[in-house]
């Protein structure tokens, strides 16, 4: 984050608020895992995230990845590689572990 306290890190998992998007790029609040390494989240202004899709489904067109998370919650998820995008810290709602 901006103010150099680091409130998230690299291999979480966050409720990430997507909008805006343009065209067909994943929206919605999303579980999204944190991909950026701590230096650039403590000190930047945005962090570079893969949104997760529930299931383990596959599309011979898309780029997805299982993923293994130890919270059963997410361990059938995978992630959209192709919706790989910086966000604002600011749409970065809270760790998954909690509801918010």
């Known amino acids: 984050?901006?103010?150099?306290?680091?409130?998230?890190?690299?291999g979480e998992i966050w409720w990430i608020d997507l909008h805006p998007v343009v065209g067909h790029e994943t929206d919605k609040k999303r579980p999204c895992l944190i991909m950026q390494n701590d230096i650039g989240?403590?000190?930047?202004?945005?962090t570079i995230v893969a949104p997760l899709l529930p299931g383990t489904?596959?599309?011979?067109?898309?780029?997805?990845?299982?993923?293994?998370?130890?919270?059963s919650r997410f361990?059938?998820?995978?992630?959209?590689?192709?919706?790989?995008?910086?966000?604002s810290a600011v749409s970065i709602c809270c760790e998954c572990y909690t509801d918010c």
């Open 1 to 10: 984050m901006p103010n150099g306290h680091l409130t998230y890190k690299r």
């Open 41 to 46: 989240n403590q000190n930047g202004a945005t």
């Open 57 to 71: 489904r596959t599309y011979s067109a898309l780029l997805c990845y299982e993923v293994q998370h130890q919270s």
């Open 75 to 87: 361990r059938d998820s995978g992630l959209i590689l192709y919706s790989i995008r910086a966000q």
